[in-house]
């Protein structure tokens, strides 16, 4: 409980902890506030295909904030691109982005931003939480301040550091260390299990790094294979390495994986040493290389099948246009996707023997190491 307190506290202090980036490009005076489309005028669209291309001219009433009910006229400009653009009906819930009069503190311009979803996204989070907290009880109070601690974490601290100019690699495996010891910690307890599962998933991600390392710069991947990562240098931060952002994003997005897999070979582990004190080293380590194998076996599929929703339409697309294979898998966009994928499993696997032979030093008293 005190562990969980000083999680807690310390998402508490992240989340208020400044990034150093608000305000960032927008206009002074700008302000947030919730709108709602009362009129649309569509004479200025054109479709061609199945996407549409013009201006939608709008008329919105503000239904938050300082500027309450007034109503103002706006545009919605489409591009062509059904990924980017949006479509507004009469009725919708916007964001709306207004530039305020320093002078006479009226709006000087107002900007429907997108559709409104902040309510929606705190719905949906709030039933996420006392969903597991109903099904799981105290476990589930620690899982939701692991889940908070860890978005926290991400957001507040380790982007904002790299855009400050910290490596990728260098960051993101700190702050993973950080993220595997508290979520480990308050799901397992300060105990032998949560250090058996601590050391076996630290071994993976920081084996997992070396690998994405190798194999990135071994395919020739240049990084900019991410959505908005080269829009991140034409923002102003050329001094970003887009290879090593690409490679800490490989570890960091299995890091999950291998902390679940470590835990469990680890709580079994645990239990068996329980039921059984006398159990020797030797066994202890045979029985878990057996849970290891089970367990390592589905996981991998989990990540592959975790990592495909990422790349199934492009390779939809490939399909439907006969590209042959071997085409497609020199493509750097899917070249980078088969590193991300791999090299996370191979990862996830590698985790399985490091907390194994973990579990057969931690687990076992003195004592027992003497006997066994």
Not at 51 to 69: A, D, H, T, Y
Not at 267 to 282: F, L, N, T
Request: aromatic share 10%; hydrophobic share 50%; glycine share 10%.
């Amino acid at each position: 409980m005190i562990f969980a307190a000083v999680s807690l506290a310390a998402t508490l202090l992240f989340f208020i902890l400044p990034t150093g980036f608000e305000g960032a490009g927008q206009a002074a005076g700008g302000e947030r506030a919730r709108g709602k489309v009362i009129e649309v005028n569509n004479e200025r669209l054109i479709t061609i295909g199945p996407v549409k291309q013009g201006e939608q001219q709008l008329e919105v009433e503000i239904r938050s904030g300082r500027f309450k009910g007034q109503v103002f006229s706006g545009s919605n400009n489409l591009m062509g691109k059904i990924e980017l653009d949006k479509i507004f009906s009469p009725g919708d819930s916007v964001l709306v982005i207004l530039s305020v009069s320093e002078e006479g503190g009226g709006i000087r311009h107002a900007q429907v931003y997108d559709h409104y979803r902040t309510g929606k996204t705190v719905f949906l989070g709030m039933l996420f939480f006392i969903f597991i907290i109903l099904i799981m009880g105290w476990m589930g109070v620690k899982i939701v301040i692991s889940f908070v601690f860890t978005a926290t974490a991400l957001i507040r601290v380790l982007f904002p550091a790299i855009l400050r100019g910290w490596d990728p690699i260098f960051a993101s495996v700190l702050l993973t260390s950080l993220l595997t010891g508290v979520i480990i910690f308050l799901v397992g307890g300060l105990t032998r299990r949560g250090l058996t599962a601590f050391a076996g998933s630290m071994g993976g991600v920081l084996l997992t790094s070396l690998l994405a390392f190798f194999f990135t710069y071994w395919f020739n991947i240049h990084g900019a294979v991410r959505p908005f990562a080269e829009a991140l240098l034409y923002a102003g931060y050329t001094h970003l390495n887009l290879a090593h952002l690409f490679i800490s994003g490989i570890f960091l997005a299995s890091s999950g994986a291998m902390m679940d897999l470590s835990m469990d070979i680890a709580s079994a582990m645990d239990e068996i040493k329980k039921q059984y004190p006398a159990v020797s080293r030797m066994s202890l380590i045979k029985s878990g290389v057996s849970v290891s194998r089970h367990v390592a076996g589905t996981m991998s599929t989990t990540l592959l099948l975790a990592y495909s929703a990422e790349y199934t339409a492009m390779i939809m697309t490939f399909i439907a246009q006969g590209v042959p294979l071997e085409n497609v898998i020199n493509l750097v966009w899917v070249s980078s996707e088969v590193v991300h994928t791999l090299v996370g499993c191979f990862g996830l696997v590698l985790v399985a023997p490091l907390t194994v032979c973990a579990g057969g030093i931690i687990l076992m008293d003195r004592k027992d190491a003497d006997t066994g």
